[in-house]
Structure formats: structure tokens, C-alpha cells
């Protein structure tokens, strides 16, 4: 049982397809994902690492179940704040189901330790994320401040 | 049930009434109850806080998930994040944070 976990869902105005291609594709997450790059092979195994853009590793982990455009498992650790890398692997995943003209994602993340430090972290950086893609994937454009890398990290 | 995005009413109209508010501050608490954990700490009847919890649920405030037999409620702060994104500008974060911040202090945490 995960000690500490959340769950978040937005409904974005879209198709799962283009959906998942906005979640693993380079030239769409950098423009709401604060100007990361996903490296990934995105096949179950592969690495997967989220690069900061002055190069740095910010997150990395592995591709633990992959199943486009449904469902995405991915084991998280975060590099650059040594509090949060001892904590090991979080686990995040992503459910994509069509309702309607609309998708519901499900996004949980998860870690098998009590007030985890990532989960508690990222928990406060997804609404931004996910606030970002619905508006880059709606409307084409980005909202502001989710393209760009915050400054100070 | 829900087959359309986000519906700005529906998420105004489930924050409108002190019993879901109160039931999303126990979440913010203590995220992944069940309906019986939540209703133990509660002076509602079970079927008022199973009204409640579904007018969240409808608004996508709360969402739930099965832990086996155990249905679990999660705050979902996505819609209140989008509503907030729709007014307030990116510079005015860093200040409204501060000034929220004044406030707590001022007014002592229990208040908040």
C-alpha cells in the first residue's frame, strides 16, 4: 500500500492520440512542461529521464508499463534535491479514457513512504502542468509560465 | 456522469456549501479516506456526507479510487488551479502569496 499518494484528473478538449502525443513528445512538452525534454524510448524498460533546459537531469526512472494512448507507468526519482533523491523511486502514472468529445486524465503519483518529500513536491507542480497542456492542447497556445524553466532551481 | 469539460458552475456550486468545504479541508488533511473514515470525524449523517461527496465528485473536485473493497476519496485541486490560472496573472503570484502568507500569520494558522 502506497504511504502517501495523490490523484489529480482533468478533462481536456482533445482526442487520446493527440493526448499522448502531447505527454511524450519533445516539441510539445517543452512549450507546458517548464521547458523540460523527456528522453525515452517509450517502451516498457526503457529510461526515461526529464531534462532541465541547462542540461541537467531533473527526474529520472523507467518505463514500467507503457500502453499508448491508454496508459503510462512510469518509476520517478528526483536528481536535483538530495532530500528527495534518498527517498528512492516514486511511482507516477498516467490513465487516458475518451468520454464524449473530451479526455479524462488520470494522474496518480505515489511513493511507499509516509510524508514523502517528492510526492509533496510534485503534488504542488502538476496543477501548473496539467493547467498548462489543457490550455496548450484547447487553444494551440501555451499559458504563461508553464514554458519556461522557474528561475532559482 | 461527466461528459464535459470542466464545468466552472458546477465546481462554484460544490464550493458553496461549508459541509463540502469542510469535506475537502479533511481531505487536504488526510488524502485516500474512505466514506467511513471521513464520516467518523463528521457531524452529518452518512447519507448527507454521501450527497456531498457526490456533488465533489460531479465537479471533479474529489475523485475516488478502489483500493480493493475500498473506495478512496482524493482532493483533486485541478478545477480550483484552472479557475485560478483564468484570473490571476503570473506576476501577481508571488505577490498574492506573500500577502496570503501575512494573513495566516496574522490571523494564526487555525483560522486559514
Known amino acids: ?153 | 456522469m461527466w461528459t464535459m469539460s470542466a464545468d466552472v458552475d458546477r465546481v462554484f456550486k460544490a464550493l458553496a456549501a461549508p459541509e463540502r468545504r469542510l469535506l475537502l479541508d479533511r481531505l487536504r488533511a488526510e488524502n485516500g479516506q474512505t466514506l467511513t473514515q471521513l464520516c467518523a470525524r463528521m457531524e452529518m449523517t452518512r447519507q448527507a456526507v454521501t450527497k456531498h461527496l457526490r456533488v465533489l465528485e460531479a465537479a471533479t473536485l474529489v475523485v475516488t479510487r478502489w483500493r480493493g473493497r475500498e473506495k478512496l476519496h482524493y482532493l483533486n485541486p485541478v478545477p480550483i488551479h484552472e479557475i485560478s490560472e483564468r484570473w490571476i496573472g503570473k506576476y501577481e503570484r508571488g505577490r498574492l502569496a506573500a500577502l496570503a502568507d501575512l494573513k495566516k500569520k496574522l490571523e494564526g494558522e487555525g483560522n486559514g
Open chain 1, 1 to 153: 500500500m502506497a504511504e502517501s499518494e495523490f490523484v489529480y484528473v482533468t478533462y481536456i478538449r482533445t482526442t487520446p492520440e493527440k493526448l499522448w502525443q502531447a505527454l511524450t513528445e519533445p516539441e510539445f512538452t517543452r512549450k507546458f512542461w517548464v521547458a523540460t525534454v523527456q528522453e525515452c524510448e517509450w517502451k516498457q524498460g526503457a529510461t526515461w529521464k526529464l531534462v532541465a533546459p541547462d542540461g541537467r537531469v531533473a527526474d529520472a526512472g523507467e518505463v514500467v508499463e507503457i500502453d499508448p494512448p491508454r496508459k503510462l507507468v512510469l518509476t520517478w526519482q528526483n536528481h536535483l534535491f538530495p532530500k528527495m533523491t534518498e527517498e528512492g523511486f516514486s511511482r507516477m502514472t498516467y490513465v487516458l479514457e475518451a468520454k464524449g468529445g473530451t479526455v479524462k486524465l488520470t494522474l496518480t503519483h505515489s511513493m511507499e513512504k509516509k510524508d514523502s518529500k517528492t510526492i509533496k513536491a510534485v503534488s504542488n507542480g502538476w496543477p501548473y502542468i496539467l493547467a498548462g497542456l489543457k490550455t496548450l492542447l484547447e487553444t494551440g497556445e501555451s499559458l504563461p509560465g508553464t514554458d519556461k524553466w522557474p528561475e532559482g532551481i
